[in-house]
């Protein structure tokens, strides 16, 4: 069951925000008519519903609308980033949003492990039999 979430409580939702991610997801809420909050039980986003119908999602690196509507009804000045056109939704990264689908680790994850302890080093070199 998803739980009932207050204006306040969105906007204080992830402190890993900046002040400019709160100002646009304040005029995200403002550009919606009428509309209530909800936290799904996996607390992995936000839910805003406008009659009923999610009109836009709020993730901890993203914001994702439903449709069109919503978006434009935001001043432009807010929006400095790029707006991702996604099926039929529009998709706009926050401050701290972290692209995982095309990462690669880099050589310190891929390093082989101790062949003593079976750890793998740190990047100085030291493991758990030291």
Request: charged residues 20%.
């Amino acid at each position: 069951m998803a739980r009932t979430l207050s204006r306040s409580q969105v906007l204080a939702w992830s402190d890993r925000w900046s002040f400019t991610d709160r100002q646009l997801i304040e005029a995200a809420i403002d550009a919606l008519s009428e509309s209530d909050f909800y936290e799904p039980n996996s607390a992995g986003y936000i839910g805003a519903r406008v009659d009923g119908r999610v009109a836009m999602y709020i993730a901890p690196g993203y914001i994702f609308w439903n449709a069109a509507q919503w978006l434009d009804a935001i001043d432009p000045a807010l929006l400095t980033g790029e707006i991702v056109t996604d099926g039929n939704g529009r998709f706009y990264a926050l401050s701290n949003f972290q692209d995982r689908s095309s990462g690669t680790p880099d050589l310190a994850e891929i390093r082989a492990p101790c062949p003593n302890c079976f750890t793998v080093p740190s990047e100085t070199g030291a493991c758990f039999c030291d």
